[in-house]
Structures are given as C-alpha cells and as structure tokens.
C-alpha cells in the first residue's frame, strides 16, 4: 500500500468525522458507492475522480487552488471569447482559395 494513499485516506476521513457526516451520507452527495470511499479512506486504490468527488462532498476543495497551476485557470469571460473566435473560424477550406496556390 502507498504511504501517500493511506495517509491521504486518513487525512480525508479525519476532516469527514470532524465533520460530522457519516461515510453513507458522504457517498450518497459523492455520487459513489460507501464501498468506494471507505476505499479511498483507507488508501486502498481509488482514483483522483473519486477523492475529487469526496473532497467536494465534505466541501474541502479550498486547498486544491494551493497547488494547482494558477495559469490552468482560466475567467469563464476568457473562455467564452475564444470559443466565439473559434466559431467563426472556418471549418474547411474554399475551393477558390485553393485554385489561387
């Protein structure tokens, strides 16, 4: 077993107890199986979708933004422009353009 997955299962569990939300209630708002979280509670193999869909259900995702590359984020203003510039992109290449080569 990872040292790194036990110790962030146990990480995990420690902040849903301190919580106060029982393992079912956290699976059920997960969209999971109680199965799945003990899983990652105990480091046994989950998966980063999992410990996401965990973290979001026990509303401890603050964190995340430490470590995350900051030029990954993107202002929902910016990502709206360029997917306006890339529709009026053409989607194929004229016939007349082509002649002119």
């Known amino acids: 077993?990872?040292?790194f997955e036990q110790k962030?299962?146990?990480t995990i569990r420690?902040?849903?107890i301190q919580k106060g939300l029982p393992l079912e209630e956290v699976a059920a708002k997960a969209n999971l199986s109680p199965i799945s979280v003990r899983a990652l509670e105990l480091g046994r193999g989950s998966t980063l979708s999992t410990?996401?869909?965990v973290l979001k259900a026990i509303?401890?995702?603050a964190f995340i933004g430490d470590w995350m590359?900051?030029?990954l984020i993107v202002s929902p203003m910016k990502a709206l422009r360029e997917s306006r510039n890339l529709a009026a992109a053409p989607k194929r290449v004229s016939r007349k353009s082509l002649k002119e080569r």
């Open 1 to 3: 077993m990872d040292i």
């Open 14 to 16: 420690r902040l849903r």
């Open 8 to 10: 962030m299962g146990e």
């Open 69 to 71: 590359d900051k030029s």
């Open 59 to 61: 509303d401890e995702t």
């Open 51 to 53: 410990m996401l869909k």
